[in-house]
Nanobody, 125 residues
């Protein structure tokens, strides 16, 4: 059973930065795809960034391109999300997710089988 624990959320002002971390209880090099999702109140959970662990290929939602960067550290079994130029609309609970499946729609929440508990990000204007 893969377990994921997110950390690094908090409250920042617009334009600020945060780095989220996701510690995975399984060697990340054995996992095919990993992603970051977010869910604001009354909205569906949406994918913001994903990475294919084998070749580090990344995918981003249009709303975060150029501001958020996903990365992995296999030595630490950790997934990261560097968040810059944050906006109030980035306010949400952020979740990391993994799947052993290879060919997936990387930003689809239905493609992932393992989820963390989430970490809250609040951006004030």
């Amino acid at each position: 059973q893969v377990q994921l624990v997110e950390s690094g959320g908090g409250s920042v002002q617009a334009g600020g930065s945060l780095t989220l971390s996701c510690l995975v209880s399984w060697p990340t090099y054995t996992i095919q795809n990993m992603g970051w999702f977010r869910q604001a109140p009354r909205l569906n959970r949406e994918g913001v960034a994903a990475i294919r662990t084998g070749n580090s290929a990344t995918t981003y939602a249009d709303s975060v391109k150029g501001r958020l960067t996903i990365s992995q550290d296999n030595a630490k079994n950790t997934l990261y999300l560097q968040m810059n130029s944050l906006k109030p609309e980035d306010t949400a609970m952020y979740y990391c997710a993994t799947t052993a499946n290879t060919f997936i729609l990387p930003l689809s929440r239905y493609a992932y089988g393992y989820w963390g508990q989430g970490t809250q990000v609040t951006v004030s204007s």
